[in-house]
């Protein structure tokens, strides 16, 4: 539920008039882990989340439903209320807002102890470390336009790079965010989702927002370089004029020339390093590494929506 929230967090930055129309999309989801962790994966067994999820997203009137075929929430801004629906054990909880307001101030409580117990030292190294990062953005457009859900889409290719300030990214190490985004026009039916989001946000933390720009303003103080690369990624992302129809993105590891020139660790004797080595291979270490790809499409766009698309489903249980 918290990745939820920070999605419409991220959403409120768009604060949006009264949501007046319905709209259902679907979205295809996947994240494909890479190297040791992807064979760590692959050895548990993904189910569905190998071949990634499907998620349904339904607005009407003041209701909003998010389903995949294992769980999904609905929010209510009438009722204040936020549904979790478990679909295998076809049950669901209910959260009030205030509820959900009181977990918030305690997270912040809890934020706030930690770094006031924080050690000097470990702070000042924070902050050095901060001081040195240099991140960059690259916003530039690519090649392969496409026809996503109907919609002519445009390619883009936004790379954020994070280095040690005054060194090559080979010299200091660090990683490499690449974002290819395919763009379409600008679809209302999509914003009434965004919009919507921004009306929950503010109904639930509406007096925690101003709250949260103390913090940000904490943390920038904490971490000189943040507020930096928030200006810059944010003066980058006005170049994007569209909505995200399907976003891949790929995040890779870089090792600094001195990890390279290390001796690489044989993974010790017994079963564990017999383990370690069958999971690494006979592979020569790379000094960039993919870490992860996630990719996320829109299937379809429907600009109407039913009282059933937002409701628990028949059958279903609360569990207290």
């Known amino acids: 539920m918290l990745r939820k929230v920070s999605g419409f967090l991220i959403a409120a ?8 129309a319905d709209v259902k999309t679907k ?3 996947l994240v494909k882990f890479e190297g040791m962790m992807g064979r760590i994966a692959g050895m548990a067994g993904g189910g569905a989340a190998k071949d990634g999820l499907t998620n349904s997203v339904a607005v009407k009137g003041n209701r909003m439903a998010t389903f995949n075929d294992q769980n999904g929430q609905i929010v209510d801004l009438s009722e204040e209320k936020m549904y979790i629906v478990d679909f295998k054990k076809k049950e669901y909880r209910v959260y009030t807002f205030a509820e959900m307001r009181e977990q918030m101030k305690k997270a912040q409580a809890d934020m706030e ?3 006031k117990d924080m050690p000097p030292e470990a702070k000042g190294d924070m902050q050095q470390a901060s001081a040195n990062l240099e991140v960059t953005f690259d916003v530039k457009p690519g090649t392969e336009n496409k026809t996503i859900a109907g919609h002519q889409a445009k390619h883009m290719i936004i790379t954020v790079t994070a ?5 090559t990214l080979e010299e200091s190490g660090g990683m490499v965010i690449t974002n290819e985004v ?3 026009p600008r679809i209302a039916a999509l914003n009434e989702v965004a919009q919507f989001s921004a009306k929950y946000v503010q109904a639930v933390y509406g007096d925690a927002l101003a709250g949260m720009g103390q913090q940000f303003a904490g943390l920038s103080a904490m971490f000189p370089g943040l507020q930096n690369v928030m200006k810059t990624m944010g003066e980058q992302m006005k170049k994007l004029d569209g909505t995200p129809l399907m976003t891949v993105q790929r995040t890779e590891t870089v ?4 990890a390279m020139a290390e001796k690489p660790a044989s993974g010790g004797g017994g079963l564990g390093g017999a383990l370690a080595r069958k999971m690494m291979g006979n592979k020569k270490p790379e000094q960039r590494s993919l870490l992860y790809t996630s990719t996320s499409e829109t299937l379809s766009i429907d600009p109407t929506a039913t009282d059933a698309d937002v409701a628990i489903p028949a059958g279903f249980k609360e569990k207290k």
Do not use: D
């Open 163 to 167: 280095k040690e300030k005054g060194k």
């Open 13 to 20: 930055a768009i604060f949006a008039p009264a949501v007046h």
């Open 255 to 258: 090792k600094s020339a001195a």
């Open 27 to 29: 979205e295809k989801s």
């Open 113 to 115: 102890k930690q770094m």
């Open 182 to 184: 395919w763009l379409g």
